[in-house]
Structures are given as C-alpha cells and as structure tokens.
C-alpha cells in the first residue's frame, strides 16, 4: 500500500506509476518514513483497481482542475430538448455550446454551466434533458478540440 499526499489529501493506492521525472527528499527526523518522493506540475489519477498514476499536467488538465473548483459542470444535451431551449433563452449561465457527433449519426451539444448553483436546479427541472460529462469521457475532452465551437444563434429553435 502507498500513500500518496496532495493539496492535503492523502490516498492510499494498491500500485503506484509514474510517467515523470521525480525527486527524493529525506525526511530523517520523522519516525515513520525516512524520505518522500517529490512530483512537480503533475496530474494524480486512480482508477477502479486502486492503481495511481502520475503524469505532466497539461494545460487542458489545469483549465479543468480550475473550472471543479470554480463549479463549472460540464454538461450534454440533445437539440430541442427543453435544456436546450432554456440555455438559448439564457435561464441558465453557460459557456459557448458545441455540436459534437456519436454513434449510429446522433449529435449532442456540449456547454459548461457556469453556476453550481444553477446545475442544481437544471437538475431539479430537466431531469431526462441533459447530464454531467466527466472529465474522461471522450465528449468532454471534445468540448476542448480544435473543432468549431457553433454560436448559439445557429441552434435557434424557430418551431414556438
């Protein structure tokens, strides 16, 4: 077992991995440990099997460790959903909206609510509308690619 301490976190994993330079620094006075294993500007992730791995913090990663703290959520939609059309009357506060495809020709739209607050009671009344992205998911990561983000005025719903 490892213990692994951040931001004043500990974490006890099974197996620990590390995709970057370290350092070592001894510790003679502490009767537990003699030395510790220091990381710069890395990106601590731990997976269902409770195995660590230690890799470079990327700029996308810091972007997204901010926005958590911040309670920026992350959040897909369908088109004409009743999510979609509250977020084009601006009910809630969010960021640019962008078209991303899946499987069998179905399209989402991505946006980052920008309250926490706000997620809450979207929660409350679009229950089946929308849901959270996590941070590994393929379609939150698309949110951050090169593709075109599309303004909102292109998804207008014109049928009411």
Known sequence: MWVIKTHGESFYVNHLSA?????????????????????KECL?????ENEATISALTLFDKIRLRNQKLGITRIMFSY???MHNALIKNEFKHSPFKNVHGGC??????????????VTMAGLKFTRDWRVLKPNEGYY????GTEEI?????FDNNDE
């Not at 995709?19 to 990381?39: A, R, Y």
């Not at 599309?150 to 292109?154: I, K, L, Q, R, S």
């Open 141 to 144: 990561k698309a949110y951050d």
């Open 19 to 39: 995709q970057i330079h370290w350092s070592t620094k001894e510790t003679p006075d502490n009767p537990n440990t003699k030395g510790s294993i220091k990381f």
């Open 44 to 48: 601590l992730t731990i997976n269902p």
């Open 105 to 118: 020709g179905s399209s989402f739209i991505i946006c980052d609510l920008l309250k926490k607050e706000e």
């Open 80 to 82: 004409g959903s009743g």
């Open 150 to 154: 599309w303004e909102e005025e292109e």
